[in-house]
């Protein structure tokens, strides 16, 4: 029962995290909901295996993944906040606020991959996945792996039109979420 009740409330808040762009499938906040919902319900399905053999190989890995994933997300915010001096969304924008750059960021992780933020995403549904490894909790990695390059690619497509032949070049010298491979 308690999961259900957790479940709904922070489904309220990704809705209200996402309610802008909902109504936008163009938008990379459209797939970004879904898969963050995707991450909150693997989570509620792995959460009993946290600290279940504290010390074997998959929750090495899953404590890595999971300590990586928070390095890069609070890097990559930091950087988007410094560097990309973002301002307030226009009327009309579904961006949220940190998103709305006016610089675009290459420096820090961003010199490496384009998308810290969604790199960080993918470790941790990775990370989370290691903790009880199912089928079940396969799959919906996977989706949760999907919705992650399609938010990506809606949002290079914004990026373009938001910083042009700059992002264009860009592109060219980075790879999408792992330096050197995607």
Known sequence: M??????????????LFSWKSLPKPQSHGFYRFFALELILILLLNNVGYWFEDRLSFPQLIS???????????IHGFYLLRVIGKPQAAFQGSSDLGFENTTHLVTMGAYRY????????????????????MTWFSGALALGISAFLVATAKAEEKENFSRFGEEYSRYRKTTKMFIPGLI
């Open 113 to 132: 991959i384009r998308h810290p933020l969604y790199a960080s995403l993918l470790l941790l549904a990775w990370g989370i996945f290691f903790k009880h």
């Open 63 to 73: 404590w890595f993944l999971l300590a990586v994933s928070l390095l890069l997300a």
């Open 2 to 15: 308690i999961k259900w009740i957790v479940f709904v409330l922070a489904s309220l808040g990704i809705v």
